[in-house]
């Protein structure tokens, strides 16, 4: 059985079909394949988390394959039951509105819009950037519009795409994106946006170098590229970084999305913002794309929790990633290791330094306990890691997660070091 809500009863078990036990809601493992989610999790090299033979109660979960496992507090939780909430696609929900005020002053943007979703959200401000038929959208290799959300803006919004190479530290080449912009020339579709992703999830969390963002966007405007659009799923883990205020990133920037559901917390949502020119038409783009909600203030209202509160912890999950990455390299392990200067963020990218532990390997190995491991350590700890590639395992640190955890996971990793020598 899978917990839904409670990641420490992860390894529950029952024959039947959605079981409720209290506030928790336990979903069957005949259920879950039912709907995919046993394929999805042997896709990713973890299904053992489920199908280990764990008999101990005490047994502990350390889920670090993602922030958006982040769970909503319980501040958040009492927000929601007692927002006050109207049509919101009527305009009239005034818990919605109190949130889009709230990020456009922080993002320092004339508006903002509550969408369902980042990836709905890149789709959105993509799409106004190229609302001409022929446009085309600049983006990295690595960026998440370009790998992680179909092909949407092409799928969905006919919109070109040229992919540049993304540098390590997740920046571009001013030459690549020189380039890139397409000469008036009838054969050529026309340069409409640039796309750039911070922080950076596929090169390890990366934080954009500020003068960088400067120096780009000024470049992308001295060249006739007419939109810069900023993909900040996590853009305050980068302000958090760089000790500044949101809107200093943003300053030169045309449109944003921020994600709220991941080390934000919040269980739902997006913001996208821009100018009030530019809401407006995402507004209506919302609407088309199905993206239009009603009595959304109950989401809204935990939204608004991530933005006055949640941003400002965001430093403890950095420094919780940076403990991580430190003791990992401390090791000196000959198959696995960290780059501590590449660990900017809440993300740590374990890399594989040899072929004798693939990342599905390495990552089933951390969600298995042998009676010597439990032995050594004093307990059952299992360590949620993602794949990442051919040679890496990905760790995120998220607000579910506490110093303990932390040091759990450690000595796992530890413990498996040792291992592996013999």
Known sequence: MYAVRGIQKALCRHAGGIVRSGIRTYVSRTQMKKY???????????????????????TRVVDMRSDTVSMPTDEMRQAMAEAVVGDDV??????????????AEMFGKESALFVPSGTMGNLISVMIHCQERGSEAIVGDKCHIFKYE??????????????????????FLLDDVMTSIRTDDIHYPRTKVLCLENTHNICGGKVLPLA????I????????????????????????????PVSRILEN??????????????????????TDRFVSEARRLRK???????????????GLISLEKMVLRLVEDHRRAQHLAQSIAALKSPFFTV???????????????????????????LVSVTDAEKTHLGQSVLVRLFPFGNHVARAVICNNLTDEDIDLAIGKLQYFAQELQH
């Open 253 to 274: 920037v045309d449109s944003v999305s921020c994600c709220l559901s991941k080390g934000l917390c919040a269980p739902v949502g997006s913001i996208i913002a821009g």
């Open 150 to 171: 179909q092909g949407g803006i092409s799928q969905f919004g006919g919109i070109h795409v040229k992919v540049i190479p993304n540098l390590k530290d997740g920046t």
């Open 339 to 365: 780059d501590l200067p590449g660990t900017h963020s809440n993300i740590v990218m374990i890399d594989l330094q040899t072929d004798r532990v693939p990342p599905e390997v390495f990552c089933k190995r």
């Open 288 to 302: 088309a794309l199905g993206g239009g909600m009603r009595q959304v203030g109950h989401l809204a209202a935990a």
């Open 90 to 103: 009527y305009l009239e929900d005034p818990t919605v509105t109190a949130l889009e005020v709230k990020a």
């Open 212 to 215: 960088y963002i400067d120096k």
């Open 217 to 244: 966007t000024q470049f992308a405007r001295k060249h006739g590229i007419p939109s810069v659009h900023m993909d900040g799923a996590r853009i305050f883990n980068a302000a958090a970084a760089l000790n500044i």
């Open 36 to 58: 995919g989610g046993e394929q999805f999790e042997k896709s990713f090299g973890y299904c053992s988390v489920v199908e280990a033979d764990n008999k101990d109660p005490n």
